[in-house]
């Protein structure tokens, strides 16, 4: 026989942020008509505050960079108007290495007044809006950033030093327990945030003998002969010669996240490694562009860490969109709303409304392309075996509204 099937209804919200909401679930006793219990649920979407440190590499060879800057250039107009804050710190810091500043304890602060802004930092609140002009125009700017003399990139250090209280002008810059973090981070190589600046011993300057400096001390693969030459298995983070560990210090920048956890972007290379007969890295990938193999940054752990893949570098910021905050993802639904578990996806039979208007799901023959309509998807990284809820118009998801839904739920 089949279980019999209630009604109850389900406020979710379409979250712009990645993660599930904190409020669990209630549960009822229900001995109505169908006699059985029935669950009534409500997740609380965060407020949508974002404070968003982008985290630049401008070594020598960061001008394979210039794409996927842009990109990011583009997508941050979408969140003109809301409160957002944006910083941008490059990821130098001191290193006893021909070309850097030994003694740079914080990373250097582009001042971002030559791009029009009135303060250290981007601010596109609608009543809180600091800057002139059009923001593609002010966030292109500010990310035309002078390339250094600088070999050695150490994002996830610099991120921490611009966010710990040393960078007086970012002092202000995010609101712990009132807002949420971002950090993205872009480079062309991997992850070298030294714990000391002579950690790499007496090595060339250039950007060939740094990376592969950084790989030997920084990176571990089967058989561990980081200098001879062929294709490399089995890498991740090395710890304790001489580089922080990658994972200990993004989960430090994650927990200074305030209201959530807080969300790490990276754009990079793959993990791909090759040790050429000259003792150098070959690029990880070339599709779009020349980027060194990034094994450190790609060992950062989910939820809350989304990565770019080769392939998709110039769109970079939505190749992360799923796992990244500031995107509109969705809320996390209730098992219990499929209906019949021994099918793929979420069998869910569901009424729903958004500030008035009737929402159909997105597979639904009669849907009308031009209006916004619901979809139950998976995002492992989001909401773990439940099923995520989405409200989208066309190819795009829908900023944060309020969407009530009454679904049919299976009764124990």
């Not at 202000?172 to 950090?183: C, I, K, M, S």
């Not at 209906?339 to 500030?355: E, H, I, M, N, R």
């Not at 995002?379 to 009530?404: F, K, S, Y």
Request: hydrophobic fraction near 45%; glycine fraction near 10%.
């Amino acid at each position: 026989m089949a279980p019999a099937r209630g009604l109850t209804s389900l406020a979710l919200v379409a979250l712009a942020a990645g993660a599930c909401a904190d409020a669990p679930p209630m549960a009822i006793d229900d001995p109505g008509e169908f006699a059985c219990s029935v669950r009534t649920e409500r997740y609380v979407p965060p407020s949508f505050r974002l404070d968003l440190l982008i985290v630049v590499d401008r070594s020598p060879s960061a001008a394979a960079l210039d794409a996927s800057l842009a990109a990011v250039a583009d997508e941050l107009v979408a969140f003109e108007g809301s409160d957002v804050r944006v910083a941008i710190v490059t990821s130098e810091l001191g290193a006893a290495v021909p070309g850097c500043t030994a003694d740079r304890a914080v990373p250097p602060l582009p001042d971002p007044r030559r791009c029009g802004v009135d303060g250290d930092y981007l601010d596109l609140g609608a009543s809180t809006r600091n800057y002139a002009g059009p923001l593609a125009d002010v966030v292109a700017c500010l990310l035309d950033i002078p390339r250094t003399t600088c070999a050695v990139s150490q994002p996830l250090a610099a991120a921490t030093a611009a966010l710990d209280g040393a960078l007086p002008a970012l002092g202000a810059f995010h609101r712990f327990n009132r807002a949420d973090l971002g950090v993205l981070i872009v480079t062309d190589s991997d992850d070298c945030s030294l714990a000391r600046p002579d950690a790499l011993g007496a090595i060339a300057g250039d950007d060939a003998a740094v990376d592969a400096a950084c790989f030997a001390r920084g990176v571990i693969c089967d058989g561990d002969a980081p200098t001879v030459p062929g294709a490399k298995t089995g890498c991740g983070p090395r710890t304790g010669a001489g580089l922080r560990d990658p994972i200990a210090t993004a989960a430090a920048l994650q927990a200074r996240g305030g209201v959530h956890t807080g969300a790490i972007g990276v754009v990079a290379g793959d993990a791909t490694v090759v040790v050429t007969a000259a003792g150098a890295l070959a690029p990880a990938c070339t599709a779009a562009a020349p980027l060194g193999p990034a094994v450190r940054l790609r060992a950062l752990p989910g939820p809350g860490v989304g990565v770019s893949t080769c392939t998709t570098i110039e769109p970079a910021w939505l190749a992360m969109r799923a796992p990244f905050w500031i995107h509109p993802i969705g809320t996390c639904a209730s098992l219990d709303l499929d209906l019949d578990p021994t099918q793929p996806g979420t069998q869910a039979v569901c009424t729903a409304t958004a500030g008035g208007e009737v929402l159909v799901a997105c597979d639904a023959p009669a849907r009308d392309p031009a209006r916004p309509c619901y979809r139950f998807g998976v995002d492992p990284g989001q909401c773990g075996d439940q099923p995520t809820l989405r409200i989208e118009l066309g190819t795009a998801l829908v900023a944060a509204r309020t969407a009530e839904f009454e679904c049919e739920v299976t009764c124990p």
